[in-house]
């Protein structure tokens, strides 16, 4: 099979993408896109998705470009094999745990890294609302895995991989998983994970 093409950056949305690859063992070129210098600006990557985010695959042999990470990973767990959901059912609680995470946890955490890294002015009443929702999302996922091992259930899946790489994000924004212990326990059970350790190095950039 002619390899994947994984377009990416060193950051959690990224990660996301490069934990699925590893995990299900396609073969794939790394592509670096420097979101720090603004290349997902240029006319070449919004070529790949108009929307200039990483990360994006491309599958030379299907012919198939796909940006956003929740349908970058369905693709690859059908692409695979791996992972996949194992009936209706699963695969409905894995879309919805998939889809929490890219319209709550993803854009409050984004929002919230914006505003404690990133903004040229400090405005405490953005950090506090982003601090509150942030609280109030790991909360929710802390009560989901008091119940079970993983997201979907008892077996490791796709929710659990769009959700990890923020969750292991969070000490960058100052925050400490020893108020949502279950959220803990998941966080480490899944780090230890060959794949996600090999999958969080990648794209390796050199220092300057
Ligand atoms: N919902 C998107 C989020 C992707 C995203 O926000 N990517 C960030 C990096 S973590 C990015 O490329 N930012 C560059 C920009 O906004 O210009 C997904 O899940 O793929």
Redesign the pocket.
Known sequence: MTPIELHT?Q????H?ASIMLEETGLPYSVHV?D?DK?R??EPEFLRLNP?????VIVDPDRHRTV????A?LFYLAERSGALRPRDADEALTTLQWTLFQ?AHL?PML?QLWHFKVFARERLPYAIERYENEATRLLAILDHELARRPYLVGAQYGIADIMTWPWINALSKLGRSLAHTPHLKRWHAAIAARPAVRRGIAIPHIAAD
């Open positions: 950056y950051t959690p949305n990224g996301k896109v979101i603004g997902q600006h929307n200039n985010k990483i990360p940006f956003e990470t929740g970058i890219a993803g984004g």
